[in-house]
């Protein structure tokens, strides 16, 4: 992770332009490109809720979520991917290898019950037919 010690914030503003200039190729391709995929790697956008003791980020929830929201903005058109992961996402599904175990780690908990679904990937995958398309890769 290379941040130049720069915030999260601020190490991601740096990346908007790359990403306005990625937009169609993302769109095309359904996938990052690698040198974008690089970028957002080595400012360390991938590890943000990650804890500190384990190398990541760790940010607080607010920084977090601006951070999510101006790399949104920077493609309006894939806005609503990353709004989506505020209702259902895949941890660490970027990495390779890809994470094993997911953790929730709460701050705070609401007065009332809410309710946190967890779902098997592997069984999914495990559980596709036969004739469905073979898995695409990340850069």
């Known amino acids: 992770?290379?941040?130049?010690?720069?915030?999260?914030?601020?190490?991601?503003?740096k990346l908007v332009p790359q990403i306005?200039?990625?937009a169609?190729?993302?769109?095309?391709?359904?996938?990052?490109p690698r040198p974008l995929f690089e970028a957002m790697a080595d400012a360390g956008l991938f590890h943000?809720?990650?804890?500190?003791?384990?190398?990541?980020?760790e940010l607080d929830l607010p920084t977090y979520v601006q951070v999510i929201e101006e790399v949104?903005?920077?493609?309006?058109?894939r806005r609503h991917y990353t709004l989506g992961n505020r209702l259902?996402?895949?941890?660490?599904?970027?990495?390779d290898p890809p994470g094993r175990y997911s953790m929730l780690h709460a701050r705070v908990v609401p007065p009332?019950?809410?309710?946190?679904?967890?779902?098997?990937?592997?069984?999914?995958?495990?559980a596709l037919p036969a004739a469905a398309p073979a898995p695409t890769t990340s850069p």
């Open 88 to 95: 259902w996402h895949t941890d660490a599904s970027f990495v």
């Open 48 to 57: 943000m809720a990650v804890p500190r003791v384990i190398g990541g980020g």
């Open 20 to 22: 306005r200039a990625a």
């Open 1 to 13: 992770m290379d941040t130049d010690g720069r915030s999260p914030l601020d190490a991601a503003l």
């Open 24 to 32: 169609d190729e993302i769109d095309a391709r359904r996938e990052l």
């Open 112 to 126: 009332v019950p809410a309710d946190t679904e967890f779902a098997d990937m592997r069984a999914a995958y495990d």
């Open 72 to 77: 949104g903005k920077a493609d309006d058109r």
